[in-house]
């Protein structure tokens, strides 16, 4: 895929200044738009390789590893699938994604981590009750949190892959979801999810006395509808992996979805599902496209890929007794993995297509001016 021409990171050089001033975003955001504004510049330093047949040099400046990067994702998502294949179950797989009414948006701007890990305890005790009352077992799933919608919006929703099995009372694997299209009926879930989710908002609520503060939203909340997406049963799990691997690391947005940025405003594309999924483009200002893209920026720490039940580690380690399993020893290096991978030999000449890059010398880091600079922050520099 050729490089795009307008990146995340321009957008936060030409109008970061002026977000700063208008939105005045907290530390943690400010730190991860400094990160993706330099990935992969002089300011992180890099390696330079020499082609051993050609002579020709090449630079390769460091990454910024940041999550929210769109630039930084494409190795850890293929690696993160490679070793899923590896630990999945040979059954079905259903996904399922659960989705919050966006009148409770502002509740969860309020405090984003807690409300994002009430929606993985609400997600997971549905999903154990369910396969206690309908297969009386403990089944298991992969929960993904996402947090937009293809506008930038705030969007929370989780999706969970669920294995089509479960460990029995006595202590056996059984196969489950044999008998219909889907492994749960979607109604059910759906009132069960809201009831749950709305009981722990509230008491949280409570417990920060400011309750009444929202009273209007948690009764608009229960008159909404609370949409939970079922698919249909999936083939073979490296299918399955590979499909879940599309949403595991995704960001807001991606560089390709780009189309213009000017002085005033960012040109790019999104898929109108109200429309069939037509290919459409909308257009932001500068600042309000980092406004948005700053509220999925995930609070410092937080786990949004979790496994559940007979999918968990724990499970693997202590009921199966299978802790060898879940070791991935790495017998390549990750040069070697990713060549392997994409099919494609980073380390070959670009000029020559011939030779081998060989690494000739480290380049240092270099303080190259951004918009953060201009505020002095220490915790930035």
Not at 9 to 27: C, L, M, V, W, Y
Request: net charge positive; glycine share 6%; charged share 20%.
């Amino acid at each position: 895929m050729s490089r795009p021409e307008h990146e995340v990171a321009d957008i936060i050089q030409r109008f970061g200044e002026s977000f700063i001033r208008k939105h005045q975003p907290n530390t943690y955001q400010l730190r991860v738009l400094r990160a993706l504004s330099i990935c992969r510049t002089a300011a992180l330093g890099g390696h330079k390789y020499r082609c051993d047949q050609c002579g020709h040099e090449n630079i390769s400046y460091n990454s910024c590893r940041n999550r929210h990067c769109p630039k930084c994702q494409c190795t850890k998502q293929a690696f993160w699938v490679e070793d899923r294949i590896r630990n999945a179950y040979p059954v079905k797989h259903y996904h399922i994604v659960f989705t919050v009414p966006e009148v409770l948006n502002e509740i969860c701007l309020t405090d984003s981590k807690w409300f994002y890990n009430h929606m993985f305890s609400t997600v997971w005790n549905v999903l154990f009750s369910f396969g206690y009352s309908h297969f009386t077992v403990e089944s298991g799933a992969i929960c993904i949190l996402h947090t937009w919608g293809q506008n930038l919006s705030l969007h929370p929703h989780i999706h969970c892959i669920v294995p089509a099995l479960g460990y029995t009372l006595k202590g056996n694997l059984k196969h489950i979801g044999k008998s219909g299209k889907y492994l749960y009926p979607v109604i059910q879930l759906s009132l069960k999810f809201r009831g749950m989710f709305m009981a722990g908002v509230k008491k949280h609520l409570a417990s920060q006395n400011i309750l009444s503060d929202y009273i209007t939203q948690i009764k608009n909340a229960w008159t909404k509808q609370w949409v939970i997406y079922c698919e249909p049963s999936m083939g073979k799990p490296e299918h399955v992996v590979g499909y879940l691997g599309q949403y595991t690391h995704r960001v807001a947005i991606t560089n390709h979805r780009i189309v213009n940025v000017d002085d005033r405003e960012v040109l790019f594309t999104l898929k109108d599902y109200g429309d069939n999924g037509k290919q459409k483009t909308t257009r932001l200002t500068g600042e309000e496209f980092l406004r948005r893209f700053c509220l999925h920026i995930l609070p410092f720490g937080f786990v949004k890929i979790r496994h559940y039940g007979i999918c968990s580690s724990r499970f693997h380690s202590t009921i199966l007794k299978d802790t060898g399993k879940m070791i991935i020893k790495p017998v390549e290096t990750d040069i070697e993995r990713i060549n392997r991978l994409i099919g494609i030999d980073i380390c070959r000449c670009p000029r020559c297509r011939k030779g081998q890059l060989i690494f000739v010398d480290i380049i240092p880091r270099s303080r190259s001016p951004t918009f953060i600079c201009i505020y002095n922050s220490p915790f930035l520099v």
